[in-house]
């Protein structure tokens, strides 16, 4: 009978036991060979193992992607699917190895031979089982996955829902797992600074400068996920302008100055005030407005409104004011001796049936101007706008709904004694001690909200300093190898013992 493969990968442990029972001349031949394989599979399983934290590092990339507006849904259960996989495979391996390594090192202790009794060759064994375990830990300590995030931005009273994948069913230990950070907030009013927190966050982490290339995409990104426009995207004239309003050096910005900093000269309110106002009035009134192009986008009042001089035609522009947060200002022409007009829209009421066609049907002094510019400065006669039937006011979407294995809920809840005054998340003090929550990735001093994360193991709610304990059976116990048991991914309803 061959029993060569006993000695080569995947080492099955069946042939060991009898060639153990059956032919321990044939153990003596190839154990020099034996040594060097077993050596030569733990630095590939050690590899893999890398490989695969690498994995998890890049699918928890791909979920802070997903929470900033990128849609790659498909990408992310493709990830997951391959991580699974490869952490699975490579567990049994690992697992399959430590008891055939085991029961050959057993073996040969017990004089099962006597020319196999040299030191070197049981010294080498017992590395190898050595590395194979602390392997084996490594893995298990990290095998719980937080397969679907919790919403970013959770309200007082609000509970997290989220999911969590046990990677490894190992009952030795209690591996544990942090989810993103999330930002606690206590009024409604808060959302918006609160989401700046999130946004700049998952995109920089706890970069504390970035260049302009690097923030001009995330306010690309950022714009199409506020307002949910597909159809055009920021320009690179719209970006300029934008730029125009950081301060700084020009070369690098702070999330002091995308988030906290008041705009030079108007010193009214910050940069994401502004921009999220207007991705906000977007997504709730003037997503058709913008889509279309009736809307020229972001340009100042003296560009505008020497665009609008050199059409020499009677005409009218649709902006974005200045100085008022989330508000059109309309700039029109007669003639080229009456020179340019400026107003603010009123604002769209949700209440009432106006849309913004309707307040401007009504505005007198458009009544003789026949042309609107769109975003290209292409005049466009007054009717065709005015006849869009698509120019509706939008309703709010509601929000997605995610659905999956099993779901996990935490209730987030405050003292009693909060303050009620509504106040900035960003603009605000520090909260009291009681409501402060630790972050897993330091204080992130760029923002003064609350931040929190929610950590899990097998058998209770942690919290997020906690770290991964250590298997509590010993390899000098023989039952470790008997718990061994083949690993499978597992879906677990978690249940917690305390609340954030």
């Not at 992310?76 to 490579?90: I, N």
């Not at 230990?173 to 942090?178: D, E, F, G, N, Q």
């Not at 970069?207 to 199409?224: C, G, I, R, Y």
């Amino acid at each position: 009978m061959d029993y060569s493969a006993a000695f080569f990968p995947p080492y099955p442990i069946h042939l060991l036991k009898k060639i153990l029972e059956e032919n321990l001349y044939t153990l003596h031949q190839w154990l020099p060979t034996l040594l060097k394989n077993l050596e030569d599979t733990v630095i590939n399983l050690k590899g893999r193992k890398e490989q695969i934290f690498n994995y998890k590092q890049q699918f928890t990339n791909l979920q802070k992607f997903c929470q900033t507006g990128e849609n790659n849904k498909r990408t992310v259960d493709s990830s997951l699917q391959q991580l699974t996989l490869s952490y699975t495979s490579t567990s049994k391996e690992v697992s399959d190895l430590i008891r055939y390594v085991h029961l050959l090192h057993t073996s040969l202790v017990q004089g099962v031979s006597y020319q196999t009794s040299e030191s070197t060759i049981h010294l080498n064994l017992r590395g190898l089982l050595s590395n194979l375990i602390h392997l084996w830990r490594e893995l298990v300590a990290n095998s719980l996955l937080v397969s679907v995030q919790p919403n970013p931005i959770v309200q007082k009273d609000k509970s997290i829902e989220t999911e969590v994948r046990l990677l490894i069913d190992a009952a030795i230990a209690s591996p544990t797992a942090v989810s993103l950070p999330v930002v606690l907030i206590t009024h409604g009013k808060q959302m918006a600074d609160a989401l700046s927190t999130i946004i700049w966050d998952r995109a920089f982490g706890d970069t504390k400068q970035v260049d302009w290339s690097s923030l001009a995409e995330l306010l690309k990104k950022t714009f199409a996920y506020v307002t949910g426009s597909t159809e055009r995207t920021l320009t690179d004239q719209d970006l300029q302008y934008l730029r125009g309003k950081l301060n700084g050096n020009g070369h690098t910005y702070s999330y002091a100055q995308f988030a906290k900093d008041k705009i030079v000269p108007e010193g009214k309110f910050t940069f994401w005030t502004y921009f999220y106002s207007i991705c906000d009035v977007i997504e709730k009134k003037l997503l058709q407005y913008w889509n279309k192009g009736y809307i020229m986008g972001f340009s100042s009042k003296e560009d505008a409104s020497r665009k609008l001089g050199e059409l020499d035609i009677p005409a009218f522009l649709l902006r974005f004011s200045d100085s008022q947060l989330g508000t059109l200002a309309v700039i029109y022409i007669k003639s080229p001796a009456a020179g340019v007009t400026h107003f603010l829209l009123p604002a769209v009421q949700p209440e009432k049936t106006h849309t913004v066609v309707a307040l401007l049907r009504e505005f007198k002094p458009l009544q003789y101007v026949r042309y609107i510019c769109d975003k290209n400065n292409e005049p466009i006669r007054k009717g065709r706008f005015f006849d869009d039937k698509d120019l509706v006011a939008d309703d709010t979407p509601e929000n997605k709904k995610f659905s999956g294995y099993r779901k996990v809920r935490l209730a987030i809840t405050f003292d009693d004694n909060d303050e009620r005054e509504e106040k900035s998340v960003i603009d605000g003090q520090r909260a009291t001690d009681e409501q402060q929550m630790a972050s897993p990735i330091g204080s992130l001093d760029q923002a003064t909200s609350n931040h929190c994360s929610c950590a899990w193991s097998s058998n209770c709610y942690s919290s997020t300093n906690s770290t991964a304990s250590l298997l509590s059976i010993s390899e000098n116990n023989p039952d470790f190898y008997d718990s061994l048991e083949t690993p499978t991914p597992s879906q677990y309803d978690f249940r917690f013992s305390q609340s954030a």
